[in-house]
C-alpha cells in the first residue's frame, strides 16, 4: 500500500514538472581494495566471501610470531627503563632539596642519571612504538563496517610489500549509491533536491529517490553530466533507468 502511495504521489508531481531521461548503474556507498604493504606468508584467514565484517575486524594475517616477540621484548625494555627513570627521579628530586648542602659535581651527577634515565625511557618507547607499527603491518583489519565480495588468497601464499596485491575486497553491506548520467543540455535545470523515478533491471518496481550530489564536470566522450541517489540493497553491478522530475519553474 505504502509503495502504490508513493508512485501515484511521484506521478502527480510528474504531471507538474520536466522529466528528463536518465540511465544509471548501481556502486556500493563505500567500497576498498584491501592489500599488505609488507612481505610474508599467509597465517590466518578469518574471513571469506559474503563475510559481514565491523570496522576493526582482523581479516587476514601474515605469520609474525617473530615480531610478536619483538613486541614483548620491547615491552619489556620499556618497563625496565620506566622503574629506572622512577628511582632516578626519586634520588634527583632528593638531591634538589640539599643542593646547597653537597658537592656541586655530586649534584650533576644525580642530574645526568635523571637525564640519561628519560632519554633510555623515550628511546624504549619509541622502539615500542616502532615495533607495534611493525607487527600492525603483517594485519589486514576492515576499514568499515561492511561485506567482503571478492577473496584471493588462501593460507600459505606469499605476499610481497614491493608488489601490491589486492588482498581481499570490501563493500558497504546494503548502502548505495546510484549512479545517474544526463544529457548535459540540461545542466542549468537539474539540481541537488531533484527527485528522479526509476526501475532497476530485472525489477518490476517502481522506486524514487532525491538528488544528493552533482558532479561538477560533463564527460567529454559522451557529453553526459553524472548524479548521485542514495538507496538500499541493490545488488552492486544492476542498472537501470529512469526520469529526473524538475518543476517547470526552473
Not at 559474503?50 to 594475517?61: A, F, R
Not at 544529457?183 to 542549468?188: G, I, R
Request: no cysteine.
Amino acid at each position: 500500500m505504502k509503495k502504490i502511495i508513493l508512485v501515484t504521489l511521484a506521478f502527480i508531481a510528474s504531471l507538474n514538472a520536466q522529466e528528463i531521461y536518465t540511465t544509471f548503474n548501481i556502486e556500493a556507498d563505500k567500497s576498498a581494495n584491501l592489500a599488505f604493504y609488507s612481505s610474508g606468508i599467509i597465517d590466518k584467514i578469518y574471513v571469506d566471501v559474503s563475510s559481514s565484517v565491523k570496522k576493526g575486524d582482523k581479516l587476514v594475517e601474515l605469520q609474525n610470531d617473530d615480531l610478536k616477540a619483538s613486541l614483548k621484548m620491547a615491552k619489556a625494555t620499556l618497563d625496565n627503563a620506566e622503574v629506572i627513570l622512577k628511582f632516578a627521579k626519586k634520588d634527583y628530586d632528593r638531591q634538589v632539596l640539599i643542593k646547597d648542602l653537597i658537592d656541586e659535581a655530586k649534584f650533576d651527577q644525580y642530574d645526568l642519571a635523571y637525564k640519561k634515565a628519560k632519554v633510555a625511557t623515550a628511546q624504549a618507547k619509541a622502539n615500542l612504538a616502532y615495533q607495534q607499527a611493525l607487527l600492525d603491518r603483517t594485519v589486514i583489519s576492515a576499514p568499515f563496517d561492511g561485506i567482503i565480495f571478492e577473496k584471493s588468497v588462501e593460507v600459505g601464499d606469499v605476499v610481497s610489500g614491493m608488489m601490491l596485491r589486492t588482498i581481499l575486497k570490501i563493500q558497504s553491506k546494503t548502502k548505495r549509491k546510484l549512479i545517474f548520467e544526463f544529457d548535459q543540455k540540461y545542466w542549468k535545470s537539474v539540481k541537488v533536491g531533484d527527485s528522479v523515478r526509476y526501475t532497476v533491471n530485472g525489477d518490476n518496481d517502481n522506486y524514487t529517490g532525491k538528488i544528493s550530489k552533482l558532479y561538477p564536470h560533463a564527460n567529454s566522450d559522451n557529453r553526459k553530466i553524472k548524479a548521485e541517489v542514495n538507496a538500499d540493497g541493490f545488488v552492486v553491478g544492476l542498472f537501470g533507468e529512469g526520469y529526473i522530475l524538475v518543476p517547470d519553474s526552473k
